[in-house]
């Protein structure tokens, strides 16, 4: 059953990015565009309801900055969060990342935690506790990725994981003692009000497909750019965005733009962590294996640095590979005589030690680099990391105005 769910999964990606052909596809791509009209008229809706004050939003005490986008997945967010979370810890601030925790698993039993009065707290007022700043408490099976690679690559930064974020963030507040909530995938969160929208826009693809969900990957249309105060533009290559900034300032006049580049900076092995320099690929024949939204910008991220790419196995986004997976895997890769085995370090917190390691398996780590605009975040940090609270109600009018 769940392996023909993911290949459902699959066949629908396929539908959406045009990959799928013949009637079956090209039947389903039009139910699926007069669907994204209804998708379209509910976000609307929904934006208005918050806006009108019909549905309540919360605000607990602390600064809240959303990182967000108004597509699905493919932008590069977890690397932004990770870089504001540690320039801002860098900086003194008490940092707690809230994340929903895509795909985790419920707990078996629930994590016990005891208040400043050795109160045993409620399980019910519990968030998922993935890391407190000094110690990682959940794997990636409980966590979720995005949420475990966070906590492991950063030390003095908590991470919780809960759908319902007012409780996360308030648990964040009096128990982890956080004076900075980072709404991770934030951007369509609004039961908790936003200090502050960053929102990124992949300039190879800034609109997605260009149709909403399901046609298409907006999950909400252009013009609600507006919300942002800042825009981050993603994975570009050094070439002029002057274009997209002018699409861009036709939906948001005032936000500061920043420019950045999402690019590896080594190899790391999944097991040992030895790591190895980029220059390592050059000439080497690869097998790729990835469960990620977009797995044709990782396997040409390993071509454009040399590695020879013969085997590719590609699966659905956040699949939880089994040793069997990752056996099959392995097996083909030893009978074509392949040197590496490579993966994305957001696949690497849940690959399967093999029965047997006789290629090794390494996997991409990648930053962010900001190429234009550099002055701009260092001034966001610094707005961030002393916040003027006389501004506050400024803040909460503006962000309302902009639903």
Same mark, same amino acid.
């Given at each position: 059953?769940?392996e023909?769910?993911?290949?459902?999964?699959?066949?629908g990606?396929?539908?959406?990015?045009?990959?799928?052909?013949?009637?079956?596809?090209?039947?389903?791509?039009?139910?699926m565009?007069?669907?994204?009209?209804?998708?379209?008229?509910?976000?609307?809706?929904r934006?208005w309801?918050?806006?009108s004050?019909?549905k309540?939003?919360?605000?607990?005490?602390?600064?809240?900055?959303?990182?967000?986008?108004?597509?699905v997945?493919?932008?590069?967010?977890?690397?932004?969060v990770?870089?504001?979370?540690?320039?801002?810890?860098?900086q003194?601030?008490?940092v707690?990342?809230l994340?929903?925790?895509?795909?985790?698993?419920?707990?078996d039993?629930?994590?016990?935690?005891?208040d400043?009065?050795?109160q045993?707290i409620?399980?019910?007022?519990?968030?998922?506790?993935v890391?407190t700043?000094?110690?990682?408490?959940?794997d990636s099976?409980?966590?979720?990725?995005e949420?475990?690679?966070?906590?492991?690559?950063l030390d003095g930064v908590?991470v919780l994981?809960d759908?319902?974020r *007012?409780?996360?963030? +308030?648990?964040?507040?009096? !128990?982890?003692a956080?004076?900075?909530?980072?709404? =991770?995938?934030? &951007? %369509?969160?609004?039961?908790?009000?936003?200090?502050?929208?960053?929102?990124?826009?992949?300039?190879?693809?800034?609109?997605?497909?260009?149709?909403?969900?399901?046609?298409?990957?907006?999950?909400?249309?252009?013009?609600?750019?507006?919300?942002?105060?800042?825009?981050?533009?993603?994975?570009?290559d050094?070439s002029?965005?002057?274009?997209?900034?002018?699409?861009?300032?036709?939906?948001?006049k005032?936000?500061?733009?920043?420019?950045?580049?999402?690019?590896?900076?080594?190899?790391?092995n999944?097991?040992t962590?030895?790591?190895?320099?980029?220059?390592?690929l050059?000439?080497k024949?690869?097998?790729?294996?990835?469960?990620?939204?977009?797995?044709?910008?990782?396997e040409?991220a390993?071509?454009?640095?040399?590695?020879r *790419?013969?085997?590719? +196995?590609r699966?659905s986004? !956040?699949?939880?590979f089994?040793?069997?997976?990752v =056996?099959?895997? &392995? %097996?083909?890769?030893?009978e074509?005589?392949m040197?590496?085995?490579l993966?994305?370090?957001?696949?690497?917190?849940?690959?399967?030690?093999?029965?047997?390691?006789?290629?090794p398996?390494?996997?991409?780590?990648?930053?962010?680099?900001?190429?234009k605009?550099?002055e701009?975040?260092?001034?966001?940090?610094?707005?961030?990391?002393?916040p003027?609270?006389a501004l506050e109600?400024?803040?909460?009018?503006r962000?309302?105005?902009?639903?």
């Open positions: 059953m769940k023909w769910i993911e290949e459902l999964e699959r066949w990606a396929d539908v959406i990015f045009g990959r799928a052909k013949g009637f079956r596809a090209a039947l389903m791509r039009f139910l565009r007069a669907l994204s009209g209804i998708f379209r008229l509910l976000v609307q809706l934006l309801r918050y806006r004050g019909w309540p939003r919360h605000y607990i005490g602390c600064q809240v900055v959303s990182i967000g986008n108004i597509t997945g493919g932008t590069g967010k977890t690397p932004v990770e870089l504001l979370a540690h320039s801002l810890r860098d003194g601030r008490r707690s990342i994340s929903r925790g895509y795909k985790s698993r419920k707990l039993r629930p994590q016990r935690w005891r400043a009065a050795n045993q409620p399980p019910e007022q519990m968030p998922k506790v890391s700043g000094e110690a990682l408490l959940l099976k409980f966590a979720g990725d949420p475990f690679m966070l906590a492991r690559n908590s994981v759908k319902n *007012v409780k996360s963030g +308030r648990f964040a507040i009096r !128990h982890l956080a004076d900075t909530l980072l709404l =991770d995938d934030g &951007m %369509q969160y609004l039961d908790l009000a936003h200090s502050l929208d960053i929102v990124l826009v992949d300039s190879q693809a800034p609109f997605g497909t260009g149709a909403m969900l399901p046609r298409g990957t907006l999950r909400e249309p252009p013009k609600n750019l507006r919300r942002a105060g800042y825009i981050l533009l993603t994975k570009c050094g002029s965005n002057e274009k997209l900034i002018e699409r861009i300032r036709r939906h948001n005032t936000a500061e733009i920043i420019e950045c580049a999402h690019g590896p900076i080594h190899l790391e999944v097991f962590r030895e790591r190895e320099p980029l220059g390592f050059k000439d024949w690869v097998g790729a294996i990835s469960a990620i939204a977009v797995p044709e910008a990782f040409g390993l071509e454009k640095l040399g590695a *790419v013969e085997i590719r +196995r699966f986004d !956040h699949h939880r089994t040793r069997k997976d =056996d099959r895997f &392995m %097996q083909r890769c030893v074509r005589d040197n590496l085995v993966t994305t370090e957001k696949d690497a917190v849940r690959f399967p030690r093999p029965s047997s390691i006789d290629v398996v390494y996997f991409l780590r990648i930053e962010v680099e900001i190429l605009g550099r701009i975040w260092d001034d966001l940090i610094q707005r961030l990391c002393h003027q609270p109600p400024e803040l909460r009018h962000d309302a105005y902009r639903l």
